[in-house]
């Protein structure tokens, strides 16, 4: 009789996908995710997300203990092995509750049905080392300087020495852990009643157990962070207001403001995503333009107040998005153009809202001050969210809140 073929978990398989879509095609993680689980049950999604995202965050730790346990380097390898020894490492070497054979098994064979015949063996050996010494090697893994807490927390050195600048060692190595958990769920209730419990901080803010998709379509909810609805919320646009938002895509804040607000949008996929959302989301008073933040149609002047939440290293949200901690950098010469921008159309006396989703002073406190703008004291109205060394400012802190990391300025023109 002939030997039945191994089985491999449905949530393995679409786990191993996003992997190599991720580091093979330089795929975005959510989106990869996206298309592997598509046929997926609830239980095997949620499991292949478990697995995918925490392979890639944790990959610089694992790449560690493949390299010192299997003493191959990783460049040698074939993208499919490597994809299947981090799969596999990630699960032995930070997951509780997962058989060994199941880790060492299913990632073999994940090998072997990639065409890799010839590997086999050889993963076979690796992840049975990876079983009986990833987690001790991770767990004795010092974190006392930038780039020890680095490679211990997987992420780039330059972010950890970034954090250990703006937030000392301590902050720094607790913001690392954080951002290497699921981060919370809450949504923005826009109209209706919802399953949750509310933000006793965030007007609006609701906790849930999942998104509800139909409420979702139905553009009675928004998934938005927290940190994302106060930046929405310091705009403080009123009735009667013409408002901007400069760098609007997909609509979470720029559906929050009240006024008469111009939704700018420079990427043309994008800007129809905006126009999908504001239309789903009910929001009657936002025009979408398509055009770049920097070079607007003259006609689009004299506005109350503006909104710039603008691109960024994103070093604020890596819990949610895995992969960007690998392609992230910082932005703030763009930053500093978009805010002068923004300056450049709202009357004198009004605002313009600085916000980025990052924890990173030169892409916040330091683009505030190479504008020249004058600050209003946002940590009065917020004192829960008071920037830890700028009291005029806003900082959401994942370790510190629970939210993603958000800076936020209101200055005035």
Same mark, same amino acid.
């Given at each position: 009789?002939?030997?039945?073929?191994?089985?491999?978990?449905?949530?393995?398989?679409?786990?191993?996908?996003?992997?190599?879509?991720?580091?093979?095609?330089?795929?975005?993680?959510?989106?990869?995710?996206?298309?592997?689980?598509?046929?997926?049950?609830?239980?095997? @999604?949620?499991?292949?997300?478990?697995?995918?995202?925490?392979? %890639?965050?944790?990959?610089?730790?694992?790449?560690?203990?493949?390299?010192?346990?299997?003493?191959?380097?990783?460049?040698?390898?074939?993208?499919?092995?490597?994809?299947?020894?981090?799969?596999?490492?990630?699960?032995?070497?930070?997951?509780?509750? %997962?058989?060994?054979?199941?880790?060492?098994?299913?990632?073999?064979?994940?090998?072997?049905?990639?065409?890799?015949?010839?590997?086999?063996?050889?993963?076979?050996?690796?992840? +049975? +080392?990876?079983?009986?010494?990833?987690?001790?090697?991770?767990?004795?893994?010092?974190?006392?300087?930038?780039?020890?807490?680095?490679?211990?927390?997987?992420?780039?050195?330059?972010?950890?020495?970034?954090?250990? =600048?703006?937030?000392?060692?301590?902050?720094?190595?607790?913001?690392?852990?954080?951002?290497?958990?699921?981060?919370?769920?809450?949504?923005?209730?826009?109209?209706?009643?919802?399953?949750?419990?509310?933000?006793?901080?965030?007007?609006?803010?609701?906790?849930?157990?999942?998104?509800?998709?139909?409420?979702?379509?139905?553009?009675?909810?928004?998934?938005?962070? =927290?940190?994302?609805?106060? @930046?929405?919320?310091?705009?403080?646009?009123?009735?009667?207001?013409?408002?901007?938002?400069?760098? @609007?895509?997909?609509?979470?804040?720029?559906?929050?403001?009240?006024?008469?607000?111009?939704?700018?949008?420079?990427?043309?996929?994008?800007?129809?995503?905006?126009?999908?959302?504001?239309?789903?989301?009910?929001?009657?008073?936002?025009?979408?333009?398509?055009?770049?933040? =920097?070079?607007?149609?003259?006609?689009? #002047?004299?506005?109350? +107040?503006?909104?710039?939440?603008?691109?960024?290293?994103?070093?604020?949200?890596?819990?949610?998005?895995?992969?960007?901690?690998?392609?992230? =950098?910082?932005?703030?010469?763009?930053?500093?153009?978009?805010?002068?921008?923004?300056?450049?159309?709202?009357?004198?006396?009004? #605002? %313009?809202?600085?916000?980025?989703?990052?924890?990173?002073?030169?892409?916040?406190?330091?683009?505030?001050?190479?504008?020249?703008?004058?600050?209003?004291?946002?940590?009065?109205?917020?004192?829960?969210? +008071?920037?830890?060394?700028?009291?005029?400012?806003?900082?959401?802190?994942?370790? %510190?809140?629970?939210?993603?990391?958000?800076?936020?300025?209101?200055?005035?023109?």
């Amino acid at each position: 009789m002939a030997a039945r073929p191994a089985l491999i978990s449905p949530a393995r398989a679409a786990a191993f996908e996003v992997l190599r879509r991720v580091f093979e095609d330089e795929a975005y993680a959510d989106r990869a995710l996206r298309s592997a689980s598509e046929a997926l049950d609830a239980r095997d @999604a949620a499991l292949a997300r478990r697995l995918a995202y925490g392979a %890639v965050q944790r990959a610089r730790t694992v790449d560690h203990a493949i390299e010192t346990l299997g003493r191959r380097p990783l460049r040698r390898l074939d993208p499919p092995v490597r994809a299947a020894l981090r799969l596999g490492g990630y699960q032995l070497a930070f997951l509780d509750g %997962v058989p060994r054979y199941a880790a060492v098994n299913e990632s073999v064979e994940l090998v072997r049905r990639a065409g890799l015949e010839r590997a086999v063996a050889f993963t076979n050996a690796i992840l +049975r +080392r990876l079983a009986d010494g990833a987690r001790a090697l991770v767990e004795a893994l010092p974190e006392s300087t930038p780039a020890e807490a680095a490679l211990r927390h997987s992420y780039p050195d330059w972010v950890a020495e970034t954090w250990w =600048r703006d937030l000392g060692a301590d902050g720094a190595r607790a913001l690392m852990r954080a951002q290497n958990e699921s981060p919370e769920t809450v949504v923005r209730l826009v109209r209706g009643t919802i399953e949750g419990s509310p933000d006793n901080e965030i007007p609006g803010a609701w906790y849930v157990q999942r998104v509800d998709e139909r409420a979702l379509a139905e553009g009675r909810i928004w998934p938005q962070s =927290r940190g994302s609805q106060l @930046a929405g919320l310091c705009v403080g646009s009123a009735p009667g207001e013409r408002v901007l938002d400069l760098c @609007a895509a997909p609509g979470g804040k720029a559906t929050m403001l009240a006024g008469e607000v111009v939704a700018v949008e420079a990427n043309e996929a994008r800007a129809r995503e905006l126009e999908a959302n504001v239309r789903r989301l009910g929001a009657n008073n936002v025009t979408v333009v398509c055009a770049d933040g =920097r070079e607007l149609p003259s006609a689009l #002047t004299g506005f109350d +107040r503006a909104l710039v939440d603008a691109p960024c290293s994103g070093l604020g949200v890596l819990a949610a998005r895995p992969d960007l901690r690998w392609r992230s =950098r910082p932005l703030p010469e763009l930053q500093l153009e978009l805010l002068c921008a923004a300056a450049a159309r709202v009357r004198s006396g009004g #605002t %313009v809202t600085y916000s980025v989703c990052t924890v990173n002073a030169d892409e916040a406190e330091h683009v505030v001050s190479a504008s020249g703008l004058e600050p209003e004291p946002l940590g009065e109205l917020w004192p829960a969210f +008071r920037h830890p060394s700028r009291p005029e400012f806003l900082q959401t802190l994942p370790h %510190v809140h629970g939210t993603a990391g958000f800076f936020v300025a209101r200055l005035r023109v």
